[in-house]
């Protein structure tokens, strides 16, 4: 039987967190004989895995022929922001049952994108199963060395300056690298309706009224559910005053949540005046995206431990908890 003609000009487009479109060019003469391909998928860092080394021996995906280009999805557990190589054959399977193969084509790499809108309304989903009850607090705080807040009053202008956020929380998050902000808790303790004591992130706090950051000109939006592979979960909210640059960067990538309605914070008003809710059952981690004046808030130390343990810094998700996760990726 006539040899076939090696694949090329490899062309990957629509491109997601968990699948992708693939097409190539072959010779006219084998549009009608092959029968099937054979794709080879690997991440970028073990590119030299898994190849052929028998032309007779199929890898990774053997799919029927069908019209170029095709959409990969489902055949592996492809992971969002991942850099990966793929090279293809094609093949006939004979009367035997045996193929004939070409060669393999040009390797050709891609990366795969962040979690949509839609996946990350399913940990949206996720996260809001385990939320709790809703309690009362009135200030958004932030901890940290008293170096950063001499930096800050010092060399910024007297204000907290976004940063950009690390590759914590799920590895899809489009926030990652990507979202400027500054970080505050709200979460308080149970018994006494206050900010706890103790941090992982340092001896000195910000404390700020509620209403500076949140209010009825802010949106809100969901970014991210994880957990450190422990029995407590985190979530990711993001603040933007509306019309703003980081709201504008939200708009389009993160679920939008009512602010009086939704199940990890609220601010709605009560005898004319606003009131703040935070899920009892998760770790909030918030997202500003604007500078903050510290002359709108307070700062002192607090008296208790520094909790290195629970320090979320470049913090990786555990893929393995069905809590948190889903099935497009980690």
């Known amino acids: 039987m006539e040899l076939l003609s090696t694949p090329h000009s490899i062309e990957i487009n629509n491109i997601t967190c968990d699948s992708f479109r693939i097409s190539w060019a072959m010779e006219d003469s084998d549009l009608e004989r092959v029968t099937h391909y054979f794709i080879d998928l690997n991440k970028k860092e073990n590119k030299n895995s898994n190849k052929f080394k028998h032309r007779d021996v199929p890898t990774k995906l053997v799919a029927k022929a069908v019209a170029l280009p095709m959409t990969v999805r489902g ?3 492809l992971s969002p922001r991942t850099e990966y190589s793929v090279a293809v054959q094609t093949a ?8 004939l193969v070409s060669g393999w084509s040009e390797t050709v790499e891609f990366c795969t994108g962040d979690y949509a809108k839609e996946h990350l309304a399913q940990l949206q989903e996720k996260a ?17 060395h008293k170096e950063y807040f001499q930096h800050a009053r010092t060399q910024c202008g007297n ?17 990652s690298g990507m979202l400027h902000g500054v970080f505050f ?15 992982p992130y340092g001896r000195w706090r910000f404390q700020i009224p509620a209403q500076r950051l949140f209010n009825p000109s802010t949106n809100l939006y969901f970014a991210d559910f994880y957990c450190m592979y422990t029995a407590y979960h985190y979530a990711i909210l993001v603040l933007a005053p509306k019309g703003s ?14 602010i009086a309605c939704n199940k990890f914070l609220t601010c709605s008003v009560e005898g004319g005046e606003l009131v703040f809710r935070h899920a009892q059952d998760l770790i909030l981690e918030i997202i500003y995206t604007e500078p903050v004046d510290l002359s709108l808030g307070t700062l002192g130390e607090i008296s208790g431990h520094q909790l290195m343990s629970l320090s979320t810094a470049d913090a990786k998700k555990d893929p393995s908890c ?9």
């Not at 006939?92 to 193929?99: A, L, P």
């Not at 204000?159 to 926030?175: A, R, V």
């Not at 640059?245 to 009512?258: I, T």
């Open 75 to 77: 055949h592996w557990f």
């Open 92 to 99: 006939v399977k004979q009367s035997d049952g045996e193929y």
């Open 128 to 144: 809001e199963q385990i939320a709790g009850r809703m309690l009362r607090f009135s200030v958004f705080y932030r901890n940290h």
């Open 159 to 175: 204000m907290l300056q976004p940063y950009l956020k690390d590759n914590s929380g799920s590895h899809g998050s489009p926030t």
């Open 185 to 199: 808790s709200c979460n308080t303790e149970f018994n006494t309706g206050q900010p706890p004591q103790d941090s």
């Open 245 to 258: 640059l980081g709201d504008r960067f939200c708009r389009d990538r993160l679920p939008l949540l009512d």
């Open 322 to 330: 069905k809590t948190c996760n889903i099935s497009v990726g980690r």
